[in-house]
């Protein structure tokens, strides 16, 4: 590992070696058990050797201690799991048993596995130090984990599993050796595409294959170290390892909470340190890798999770029920997201024709949506060149909530689930994910939305209301599953690249459900881009500069260790998760070039890059450079990658061509009626009269988060308890409020905000938690 990785305070480390070894596959087996808030099982990696693998790129084991890097013994290599059923070709992963509960966790509080406190019944506790004859000469595997309880480490006899001998040269396994399990492996991991079904088969019965032989192992704070004694390159490494752990209650990579009924329920959250407090991972971008899971919980426990199937569950014995998923387009680690709770499926009360998936025919029109030509990413079943999937307006659907929340669903959402995934449709062309689960997640959710493979994460604060919150940041979320997952950026700091375009693309897609002619559409977007306007300049006065600026690393973007270890810069701050700079100036910078080459020719550009990079991480000048090679050079004019680069993404404030566009712009009509309208209410407001209590509860349910920012500016005592509802229920917009409340300096206002602090604190996440704890202390 890198000896000069240092990263600061608030830089998150991604400390997997991904330049010397890639993980292809992960099968996860593991059980959710809501009384102790803990998930634990297996996990099985299959990996591929990178590029990198000469004896010069052997990596001394690192520890952040000047004593020697301690490793647990490993038993002998005839050593067999508990499990060792015969197998069968119709063994599933959900038939496997997995670590027995009373494997205790003596994990040290700081989240640190220590291995000379582990007694899991599997070996004796011995140790050595790095310094002997299977020391510095082996080679180390470092994949990114924080909070995880690593009770066994172990490499997977994947040639005992019968009909294996199928994926090599050889009719039957004779001699069984290092070279040939990995050999099996490598045959596995590059199956065509058009094999997948017996891919995502073999690696289950895989997965539950003997194990033959303990690794050594050792954690930190941000890395699981694993070697082989005498495995001296990434080559020689095991292809196959089973990791038996469990997640730690305070993890940061889950929730576990309450949702709006009262009832348990666990999700992950969109964490900065993305999923390392839930498994074992390569987490670095660059690590693409398929993976297939069951979980089991109490049957009265639905779980969703990413997944190409829409699961139901298999019922076990004891009350206990089995969730399998799977996914066979590759994607980050990151973007692997669990949510297990008392969710049902809302459904419309009456059935239309649009809340089914429709096909259609193209149009001549739409022609220009389908390319002809191979795709540029790695091989796997690609709904690009699927035909029927290229005409597919609205993909399968369901939407999922507390039964308390079925009215306000049924009256909002679920009637915009299907215009919009049809705008998006004729925006962008080919849906990337064959389907979309949708979850209204708890109140403590930090955040109005996050989008993963297959399934939406929305917060209840978008059902309040009119339509038009829900639907923008429905669009918002739509967007991303072609622009941060079928597209993600190479480099974390980029995020622009996610974020700027769904901010972008949410006002488009919502012209199109709403069915707005083009002056119509038009207009809505200038008002969104003068309120965006206005946000943009407070956000840049209220922020550091060094945040602001959305190429962080310039000419070392994309740059990693020879290792494959980085860090993201400021990753771990918790003033960024709140901060919009990424998608307003993202936005605005999209919208500079569309306004440039006319809404036609920029889309039509959109589509061509999405068919040519889906399935691809990019760095900003791939997308800047495709635009320019695209467009006509009169159109041109003095845009270059390198302006850009300088003007927009390398600079802090407010970029120069913005500010001009911005001083010489008139205001736009819609913008000029909202202002005549607020004179209005100020003269209304300024007479005296009464208001029924019930006038009020209609426009606190319908413009909540305003109506509160009108109390605390006005000081309306009466209305305080709404401001407290406010912050106890919708905590993904609620953080604003606080500081609000804390900048008025009004005593009574500051206990409302110290008050709803101490009620909401253990729900909220750690970062939002922190954040609101620097304000109010």
């Keep these: 590992m890198d000896t000069k990785l240092d990263p600061s305070r608030?830089?998150?480390?991604?400390?997997?070696?991904?330049?010397?070894i890639l993980v292809k596959h992960y099968v996860l087996d593991l059980d959710v058990d809501f009384e102790s808030q803990i998930i634990e099982g297996t996990i099985v990696l299959f990996f591929e050797s990178?590029?990198?693998?000469?004896?010069?790129?052997k990596e001394p084991c690192r520890s952040e201690s000047n004593e020697a890097c301690r490793f647990r013994m490993p038993e002998p290599c005839h050593?067999?799991?508990?499990?060792?059923?015969?197998?069968?070709?119709?063994?599933?992963?959900?038939?496997?048993?997995?670590?027995?509960?009373?494997?205790?966790?003596?994990?040290?509080?700081?989240?640190?596995?220590?291995?000379r406190e582990q007694a899991s019944g599997i070996s004796s506790s011995k140790y050595c130090c790095d310094t002997g004859n299977h020391g510095s000469e082996d080679f180390l595997l470092v994949l990114d984990c924080c909070d995880l309880s690593v009770l066994k480490v172990e490499e997977v006899d994947v040639a005992a599993v019968p009909g294996i001998e199928k994926l090599t040269r050889s009719p039957k396994l004779t001699v069984v050796s290092e070279e040939l399990r990995n050999q099996i492996v490598c045959e596995l991991v590059t199956l065509p595409a058009d094999r997948w079904r017996e891919q995502l088969d073999y690696y289950a019965r895989c997965s539950q294959a003997p194990g033959c032989g303990e690794l050594l192992f050792d954690t930190d704070t941000w890395s699981l170290q694993i070697r082989k004694t005498g495995a001296q390159t990434a080559t020689d490494f095991p292809h196959a390892i089973r990791i038996r752990y469990s997640t730690k209650p305070q993890g940061r990579s889950v929730t576990w909470t309450s949702d709006q009924s009262g009832r348990p329920c666990v999700y992950t959250m969109g964490s900065p340190i993305n999923n390392r407090a839930l498994f074992p991972c390569q987490e670095p971008p660059v690590a693409m890798s398929t993976w297939q899971a069951t979980v089991r919980a109490a049957a009265s426990f639905v779980v969703l999770m990413s997944g190409e199937n829409s699961a139901k569950p298999t019922q076990l014995r004891e009350g206990c029920s089995s969730w399998h998923y799977y996914v066979t387009m590759p994607m980050p680690a990151s973007t692997f997201t669990i949510a297990v709770g008392s969710w049902t499926e809302m459904k419309p009360e009456t059935c239309s024709s649009n809340d089914l998936a429709a096909e259609r025919s193209l149009s001549p029109s739409e022609a220009d949506f389908r390319y002809v030509g191979i795709c540029g990413h790695m091989e796997y079943p690609c709904r690009f060149q699927n035909p029927s999937a290229t005409t597919q307006e609205i993909i399968p659907h369901r939407v999922f909530a507390p039964l308390c929340l079925k009215g306000a669903c049924q009256e909002t959402l679920l009637q915009l689930v299907p215009p919009c995934l049809s705008a998006a449709h004729r925006v962008l062309g080919t849906h990337p994910f064959s389907r979309l689960d949708i979850l209204i997640v708890p109140g403590n959710f930090p955040s109005l939305g996050m989008a993963s493979p297959h399934i939406i994460f929305l917060s209840q604060s978008v059902l309040t209301g009119n339509s038009h919150l829900c639907g923008t940041r429905l669009c918002h979320e739509i967007a991303h599953a072609w622009f941060g997952l079928a597209i993600g950026a190479?480099?974390?700091?980029?995020?622009?690249l996610s974020e700027g375009f769904a901010t972008h693309l949410e006002d488009v897609f919502w012209a199109k459900a709403q069915q707005l002619d083009p002056h119509e559409a038009q207009e809505q977007q200038e008002l969104k881009a003068c309120l965006r306007w206005c946000r943009l300049q407070d956000e840049v006065r209220n922020s550091p500069e060094e945040m602001q600026v959305l190429r962080p690393n310039k000419e070392k973007t994309g740059h990693v260790s020879d290792s494959g270890s980085s860090v993201v810069k400021h990753g771990l701050n918790p003033e960024k998760v709140f901060m919009q700079v990424h998608y307003l100036k993202g936005y605005f910078l999209l919208r500079f070039l569309a306004q440039r080459l006319g809404d036609g020719t920029y889309f039509a550009f959109l589509r061509k890059f999405v068919h040519t990079f889906h399935g691809q991480l990019i760095l900003s000048q791939d997308f800047l450079q495709m635009l320019l090679e695209n467009i006509p050079e009169e159109k041109r004019l003095e845009l270059s990658v390198e302006n850009i680069f300088r003007d927009w993404l390398e600079s802090s404030g407010i970029p120069q061509p913005l500010q001009r566009e911005r001083q010489a712009g008139a205001e736009c009509g819609l913008a000029r009626q909202v202002s005549v309208e607020v004179e209005k209410w100020i003269r209304m407001n300024r007479?005296?009269?009464?208001?029924?209590?019930?006038?009020?509860?209609?426009?606190?349910?319908?413009?909540?988060?305003?109506?509160?920012?009108?109390?605390?500016?006005?000081?309306?005592?009466?209305?305080?308890?709404d401001v407290e509802r406010f912050l106890q229920e919708d905590q993904a917009m609620g953080i604003y409020l606080y500081g609000e409340l804390m900048v008025s300096e009004d005593s009574r206002q500051q206990q409302v905000a110290r008050r709803c602090f101490e009620l909401t604190k253990e729900q909220m996440d750690r970062s939002s938690a922190q954040v609101v704890a620097e304000m109010l202390f």
């Design 79 to 115: 050593s067999p799991v508990t499990d060792t059923r015969t197998f069968s070709s119709k063994t599933r992963s959900n038939d496997f048993t997995i670590c027995s509960k009373g494997e205790k966790d003596t994990s040290g509080k700081d989240g640190n596995h220590d291995n």
């Design 687 to 721: 007479r005296p009269r009464k208001r029924k209590r019930r006038e009020t509860e209609e426009v606190f349910e319908k413009v909540r988060h305003r109506w509160c920012e009108l109390i605390i500016k006005h000081k309306y005592t009466k209305a305080y308890k």
């Design 50 to 57: 990178g590029k990198k693998q000469s004896g010069s790129t």
């Design 10 to 20: 608030d830089d998150l480390p991604l400390m997997a070696n991904t330049s010397h």
């Design 490 to 496: 190479r480099d974390w700091t980029e995020e622009w």
